[in-house]
Nanobody, 128 residues
Framework: EVQLVESGGGLVQAGGSLRLSCAAS????????IGWFRQAPGKEREGVSC??????????ADSVKGRFTISRDNAKNAVTVYLQINSLKPEDTAVYYC???????????????????WGQGTQVTVSS
């Protein structure tokens, strides 16, 4: 069974940086995508970036280009995906989730409905 566990969230001052990690395991195939999403209180879940496990192709939402960087370390039937966030802003405050798209029909996509498995999330709070 595919499982995802996020870590690395916390409280940080505006202008600071964080690196979030997503440990994903249980894959029985080689090609899938891992996406990062965030959800602020009272707002819809927003996709910020995704990466292909096979060739490392990346994709970013326009709102985070230049500040967010996604990367991965592959292992057998598993992957750790990182989200480096620089120049943090108070509006980046949210719960950050990683998710797996095992179908890859529409890659790259940041549509949450295309993702099959989700982690529990990690809180990022940016103080001004």
């Amino acid at each position: 069974e595919v499982q995802l566990v996020e870590s690395g969230g916390g409280l940080v001052q505006a202008g600071g940086s964080l690196r979030l990690s997503c440990a994903a395991s249980g894959f029985t195939f080689d090609n899938y995508a891992i996406g990062w999403f965030r959800q602020a209180p009272g707002k819809e879940r927003e996709g910020v970036s995704c990466i292909s496990s096979e060739d490392g192709t990346t994709y970013y939402a326009d709102s985070v280009k230049g500040r967010f960087t996604i990367s991965r370390d592959n292992a057998k039937n598993a992957v750790t995906v990182y989200l480096q966030i620089n120049s943090l802003k108070p509006e980046d405050t949210a719960v950050y989730y990683c998710a797996a798209d095992t179908g890859m029909w529409d890659f790259p996509t940041l549509n949450p409905l295309k993702y099959d498995y989700w982690g529990q999330g990690t809180q990022v709070t940016v103080s001004s």
